[in-house]
């Protein structure tokens, strides 16, 4: 039983931390904020996976709706031959989002290393983080413990095998979040503040000023 108790303890302080978080929430439901962070979600066959896919069309969305001025996209690119944020930013490009709007970040291994690098390597302060119901609360409770004021915004998906397996990810998931949401480590690469996101509101804005 206490084992039991010790395995539930990071879930139940994730629902608790993300307790205004609505899962269902709809794109059209979100508030404004400077930029959306999409996580990334595996490549297929160099193309975006269909909840990837999903993801960036919500980003597109909330893009195109005046919600958010710039696109963070953060993937993992660790080898030469898997490069996830760029598949992202050119999945984006053919849906309408101009290329120099949207800012990449190339380390982005995991929810933490995308949180915590969204702050600290890329300067945001304020995101609507766009992932899938079953991984947004995460998410966002990371993204705010990397001092990020986040909204979480939820894409729905069909509750087949895929969002099943995903769910269970999220128990083991949710004991690496108390930890990094406790210790805040540093991400696997840090460096310096990279201005992608900058220039990306930087135009937004004199565009806005036209």
């Not at 629902?15 to 979600?41: E, I």
């Not at 269970?168 to 990094?180: M, N, S, T, V, W």
Request: glycine letters at 10%; charged letters at 25%; one cysteine or more.
């Amino acid at each position: 039983m206490v084992c039991c108790v010790l395995g539930l303890l990071p879930a139940t302080w994730l629902r608790l931390s993300t307790d205004d978080v609505r899962p269902n929430a709809a794109v059209a439901a979100a508030p404004s904020a400077p930029v959306a962070l999409v996580f990334g979600a595996g490549l297929w066959d160099g193309e975006p996976s269909p909840y990837l896919a999903h993801r960036l069309d919500a980003a597109a969305d909330l893009y195109e709706r005046g919600k958010v001025r710039a696109v963070l996209v953060s993937g993992d690119n660790s080898r030469e031959e898997y490069d996830e944020p760029d598949a992202m930013r050119t999945y984006l490009t053919e849906r309408g989002v101009p290329e120099r709007h949207i800012a990449a970040d190339y380390a982005g291994f995991d929810t933490w290393d995308s949180c915590s690098r969204a702050s600290r390597v890329f300067g945001v302060g304020r995101a609507l983080l766009v992932s899938q119901d079953f991984h947004i609360r995460r998410a966002t409770a990371l993204c705010r413990a990397a001092g990020i004021d986040s909204y979480g915004v939820a894409v729905p998906e069909p509750r087949d095998a895929t969002w099943y397996a995903g769910g269970l990810r999220e128990i083991p998931g949710a004991a690496k979040a108390a930890f990094d949401a406790g210790v805040t480590p540093d991400p696997h690469f840090l460096g310096p503040h990279e201005r992608g996101v900058d220039e990306a509101l930087a135009d937004a804005r004199r565009g806005t000023d036209r």
